[in-house]
């Protein structure tokens, strides 16, 4: 279930509905994503590389988008987003880091890594905007950056779901 929707594993058929689900989703993060009043940071989202970031701000996001393609380890990656991210306690009690790899092969390697990393030290991961993703947009492509094509007939959308949210 996504969104309160119940779609299959493979997800729906219909594409106005498969950008529904996904703009809800991406609603919900872009909510948690936002820079806070009070001039702190809203909660990361982790995703592979540049271009992944270039389609999240294509989409609305606008407060921390962080990279694992920094040329680190990803133990120096995992203890830098400890260290800048832990402390976090989210409003809504969600996890304090959005986890976005891609949802082909490699992401979901990536995704697994740095998903039990994290956890082993005591980090929840917010993962329900890769599976909500995966499963809506995966016959548009099994990317992050395979999204941003999608951008002028998801940010109405997403627009819609947030003017209704906030």
Request: charged share 25%; glycine share 10%.
């Amino acid at each position: 279930m996504v969104g309160g929707i119940s779609i299959g594993s493979k997800g729906p058929h219909n594409q106005e509905r498969r950008f529904e689900i996904a703009a809800r989703a991406i609603s919900g993060a872009i909510i948690r994503n936002m820079p806070l009043e009070d001039g702190g940071c809203g909660i990361p989202v982790l995703v592979e590389g540049v271009n992944d970031e270039k389609a999240l701000k294509g989409l609305g996001f606008r407060g921390p988008i962080e990279k694992i393609n920094k040329g680190w380890d990803t133990s120096r990656l995992v203890a830098y987003l400890h260290s800048n991210y832990s402390e976090i306690r989210p409003i809504d009690g969600g996890a304090p880091i959005i986890l976005l790899m891609d949802w082909d092969r490699t992401g979901g390697k990536l995704q697994r890594l740095i998903r039990d990393r994290l956890m082993a030290m005591d980090i929840a991961i917010d993962e329900s905007l890769r599976t909500s993703l995966l499963k809506a947009m995966k016959p548009e492509g099994r990317t992050v950056e395979s999204l941003k094509p999608y951008c002028e007939a998801l940010v109405p959308l997403v627009n819609s779901f947030l003017n209704d949210l906030l």
